[in-house]
């Protein structure tokens, strides 16, 4: 498909997801304190071009540099419009790419529940699990870099689901450049990659070690490291998994994690009701080995992470895939289909 064909069959698509998000992003946005977190200052200051920030965040540093060349641009209207009240112009910026790139997994989403075999109806739907769940708000309306690695798991998957060779190799090449724990997802090349010649696959990894090895050489030099910060910063992460694996498996830990994608939760529950039939009309056209491997590490990112629920986001496209599948072949949502409009379901 040519890029105006694609555009032409799929704006409106992004446009829904674009409207889905920027309510709740908003609201998160111009309601967020003035006391940023840890991350936030890190991404704060690189945006500004100052680079001495904590090893975790100190190389993810192409969407800041991003949300720092468009605030001159952004400081005049925001200005005008809030009347020097509302939030920086810097926030601004990185709300405005957030949400945008979000968005662009949106329509990603919902491309990859239709190649899944679900109907129109269904995948947007699908999609609005995903975009209007309270992760998507927090990562688009926060000081955050986090849609940017979203959107790289979802192209992946959607590469994988469709075997498109160009998409792999270069989500591949370029995914671990905005956040250096896209690495976790790499195995996925190699297992279900085989589409792509080996020799390809392995080019494209060594195509993304460069670059990484070169982006860390670039910002050591703007601003050297301590000796011990990236063995402290290990150490972290490791007392991090233990921790963590504790509060997930408490109630509350439990929780707070089942409300990351709210009530659609019931849907996936919905999907595993009525016995082995009704299940195998959705699960058949799920791929279960791949799926299964995305979900294990999505667990290993929450494990490593300092904010847990909020890596449930790089699931989203599974959920979304789920919900729009269980949506579209389970009987229990039969008369919710006969209310979609017969174009659209179809």
């Known amino acids: 498909m040519s890029l105006t064909g694609f555009w032409k069959s799929f704006w409106p698509v992004y446009l829904v997801a674009l409207a889905l998000l920027w309510g709740n992003s908003y609201r998160m946005l111009v309601n967020h304190s003035a006391s940023y977190t ?3 200052h890190s991404y ?11 090893v975790t965040h100190r190389y993810r540093v192409l969407l800041p540099l991003a949300a720092g060349s468009i605030t001159r641009i952004l400081a005049g209207p925001t200005d005008l419009t809030t009347n020097g009240a509302g939030p920086s112009p810097l926030k ?21 529940a239709r190649a899944h075999g679900a109907a129109a109806g269904p995948a947007l739907i699908g999609m609005a699990a995903v975009i209007t ?16 690695v979203v959107l790289m798991v979802v192209l992946l998957y959607y590469a994988l689901t469709v075997r498109s060779g160009p998409l792999l190799l270069a989500v591949t090449v370029l995914a671990p450049v905005l956040k250096e724990s896209f690495i976790l997802f790499l ?15 392995l080019l494209a990894l060594l195509g993304a070690a460069a670059l990484v090895a070169g982006l860390h050489a670039v910002v050591d030099a703007l601003a050297p490291p301590t000796a011990l910060g990236s063995v402290v910063n290990a150490l972290k992460h490791g007392n991090n998994m233990l921790s963590n694996l504790r509060w997930l498996f408490s109630a509350r830990g439990l929780f707070i994690c089942s409300g990351v994608y709210g009530l659609f939760n019931l849907v996936l529950l919905a999907g595993f009701w009525g016995g082995k039939q009704a299940r195998q009309q959705w699960l058949a056209q799920l791929r279960l080995p ?3 491997f995305v979900l294990a590490i999505v667990l290993v990112h929450m494990l490593l992470s300092g904010e847990m629920s909020r890596m449930l986001l790089l699931a989203a496209p599974v ?10 072949r389970h009987p229990l949502f039969t008369e919710l289909r006969r209310l979609l409009p017969t174009p659209l379901a179809n």
């Open 38 to 40: 840890i991350d936030e």
């Open 44 to 54: 704060l200051q690189m945006a500004q071009g100052n680079f001495d920030v904590n």
């Open 92 to 112: 601004a910026s990185f709300f405005v790419i957030n949400t945008l790139v979000l968005a662009a997994a949106g329509l990603y989403l919902f491309r990859l």
């Open 133 to 148: 769940c309270g992760a998507a708000a927090y990562v688009t309306g926060f000081v955050l870099v986090d849609s940017a």
């Open 187 to 201: 195995p996925l090349v190699l297992l279900y990659g085989g589409f792509v010649p080996l020799w390809q696959r």
């Open 290 to 292: 791949l799926a299964g």
């Open 319 to 328: 959920v979304s895939t789920a919900v729009a599948l269980i949506i579209d």
